[in-house]
Every structure is written in structure tokens, then in C-alpha cells.
């Protein structure tokens, strides 16, 4: 066996052959060599709650036994490792088979990819295909992946660069409750930013669009939760002036929000096309888009696919990752404990004067950090001191916003209510150290 590099070798390394775009949680970088269920381990041996999941890719918990077990047998029976979609295999077809139980009826054409980003691609070319039109709305603060056309979709200025295309894309404004861009509240809301998604398509197109994209919870942009009614009433403006509505379910996907196995479902969103990955493979490099059989015919007579989306082990991983999912009811789980954290985190802000807000879907949760809960100043550097905080106490935990202040929680979804207990009693004590 290869001898381990040290974290320093691992760090001079990057330095040498990374980008200098792959940054690291933490201002003393973390070296994570072992994980089991909801737990990781560090190469001095201390163990972390994982409250992150890597980013947000974890579901069943770290190396199941079930998913361990199918993989070894199929390297144990020499099963091939990659055969795309130019050869037949039954893996793939098993996992489409499997999704397809959770999906609306009219949506059962899949495509597998590598990643979420790919699975985006994918839906804005169909889009555009299917309508014969090119503008895409998105939203601000939004994110859906790092290819291309995804980037330019995207809603934060630190993840685009210079040369980022955005032509054929406009966005309209973010549904951010805590900071609504109309100054409404829950009690004034009109939902004025369901009616500017047709106010950008009237005043940023030619009248006519290709798509609509947005996710049910804006996962980077700091777990940002819409108002269930802000779908439909965006579903049928982007319907009227043409446009295919694409659910960006990377992040929520894979029963992750506690109610179905995607959220679009629970929130009865009229999809035209879901995209997912992250969760669904469970740490598997894996992604996919389904739409209906109208958008996808219209791709027909063009040669498209993906060299390695339909691989057998990723394929297979997906597949015994949802049967878990189903089987040992963590779509139940999320909702249970992800209620009781939402709770806890609530009463955490009762007296915790850094906590401007909480919101989420099932483990899918935000705590938003202010440093005056009344100008609602954004509290980026306590931010990224909590999660050293933590990580010092033993929970891990990711952050995302547009100025980095939002703590972000996604745990395996066979989170317990004990483990919630111990990332509550852990924050508060971070909290409370901080602003003495």
C-alpha cells in the first residue's frame, strides 16, 4: 500500500498542480481519511459529525454496508466498469426505472451525467431544442452548476469570471424573504417576485423564452426558501410566454427535504424537467435530467450523450442508494429531525444575537449570521470563526450566501435526534464564546 502523504505534502502539491481555484473549508485545512454513517475521522484519528455530507452528497451515511456489499460483487465478478450508452447494460435502465416511481407521470425520459452541472447543460439545451427560442430567467443568487452555460446562470459575482458568456440569459429577482429585494413582509407579501419573472421576460426578451430555471431551495445563494405559492405562480407565467420549466433539484433532491423523493413533487411544481445529482448517488459521481417525452423527442435525428453518465457502478450505486432511502424510511427521518433541528436552531435564536434568520426544507437547513439583527449586516467573517469553532468541537458544517453568511446544514438523512442534540449544544456554546 501507497504510504499516505502528510497534509503539508497534500498542500504543497495543490499549490503545485491545482488551481488556484480549489479553495478548502477552514482556516487550518482539514485532512478527512475515514468515514462510517453519519461520522468522519481525521488523520490524527479524531472523529466529526458530518453535518455538510462533503457538499451536500451524502445520504444514506458514509460507506453503507448495502452499497458496499453490490459494488464489491461486482468487482468480485469482474463486472465492466464503463460501457456508456453504446452498448447495452442493464444498470442504467434499472436506476431510470427506479426514479421514474417518484416522478409526475408525464415526466420519464432520463439522461445520466457526471454531475449536476452536466444534468443542467442538458435541460437548457433541451429547452431550447424543444421551443426554438434561446433566453433562459434565472434567478439572482442562484446557482446551478460550473459548466458554461450553467455559470451563466448563475447568480453570484465570486463564481463567474471575465470571460463567463451570459448572452441569452437574464435573471430575475431572487424570492429571499429575509432580505426581500421589494421590502415586503410576511404579512405585506403580494409576491411581487413571482410577478417579476414576467416583468423580466417583458422588459429582458423578445417576448418568448426557452426556459425558466430555479431551485425549490437556492442552495449556494444560503439555502434561500421560497413561499410554496411563488412556483405555481411562476409556472404558469413562464407557460405563457413559451418557456419549459426546469426544477433544479441537485441540492433538494433525493428525499433530502423531507415530504417526497424530489420536492418538486411535494410542492406540486409543473415541471417540465427535473435535474438532480449530489444525494442521489450518495457520494457517486453521478447526475441526470428527466423531461417528458414532448421535449425529448424533439432532440431525436442529434447524436448526444455522455461517455461515462450511464456506467454501471455509478448507475448501481444511485439505484441501491434510493432503495435505501425508501427501505429504511430517511425521507421520514429528514422530516422528523429536520423539524426538530429547524426547532432548536429557532430557539437558538431567541437569545443568540449573531442569528438573523432560519430556514430551510428537512435537512436542507440555513442559519443566516447577522451582526445587527435590525440593519441585518451581513456576518461573514463570524461565519467562517463558528465553522473553525465548530470543527474544534467536533461538527462540520458548510456556509454559502452571496457574502459567505449563511451556515449551511445537510447531514446524511439518517441524522438522529441525539446527533441534532449534540450540533445544537455545539453551535450555541460556539455562538455564545463568540460574542463574549
Known sequence: MAKKLTADEILSLRKKHFLPTAVHYHKKPLYI????????????????????????????????????????????????????????????????????????????????????????????????????????????????????????????????????????????????????????????????????????????????????????VMGVGGFITPQKDYFQMVAGIVRNYGGKYISDEVQTGSGRCGGSLFLSTELGIPADMITTAKSMGNGAAIGAVVMTDEIAETLAGKSFFNTFGSDPYQTEQARITIEIIEEEKLIQNAKEVGAYLQDGLKALMKHQKLIGDVRGRGLLLGVELVKDKATKEHASLECAELMDRCRDKGLLVGKGGLKGNVLRVAPPLTMTKAQADFMLKVIDSCLTEMTK
Not at 55 to 63: E, K, Q, R, T
Not at 105 to 114: A, E, V
Not at 133 to 145: A, D, K, P
Open 33 to 216: 481519511t475515514k468515514a462510517k454513517g453519519e461520522y468522519v475521522w481525521d488523520d490524527e484519528g479524531k472523529q466529526y459529525l458530518d453535518a455538510i455530507g462533503g457538499i451536500v452528497c451524502i445520504s444514506a451515511g458514509h460507506n453503507h454496508p448495502k452499497i458496499k456489499a453490490a459494488i464489491k460483487e461486482m468487482l468480485d465478478s469482474d463486472e465492466i466498469q464503463h460501457s456508456s450508452t453504446l452498448y447495452l447494460n442493464d444498470r442504467p435502465v434499472k436506476l431510470a426505472a427506479k426514479l421514474s416511481e417518484h416522478t409526475a407521470k408525464n415526466l420519464t425520459r432520463w439522461h445520466f451525467t457526471n454531475s449536476g452541472s452536466e444534468a443542467n447543460e442538458a435541460a437548457f439545451m433541451a429547452a431550447r431544442q424543444a421551443t426554438g427560442e434561446t433566453m433562459i430567467i434565472n434567478l439572482r443568487h442562484s446557482y446551478h452548476g460550473g459548466t458554461a452555460a450553467a455559470l451563466a446562470n448563475c447568480g453570484h459575482h465570486t463564481w463567474r469570471f471575465r470571460s463567463q458568456p451570459v448572452t441569452n440569459v437574464t435573471s430575475a429577482m431572487e424570492p429571499y424573504c429575509y432580505r426581500c429585494p421589494f421590502g415586503a413582509s410576511p404579512n405585506s407579501c403580494e409576491l411581487e417576485c413571482a410577478k417579476n419573472v414576467e416583468t423580466t421576460i417583458q422588459t429582458s426578451t423578445h417576448g418568448k423564452i426557452a426556459a425558466f430555471v430555479a431551485e425549490p
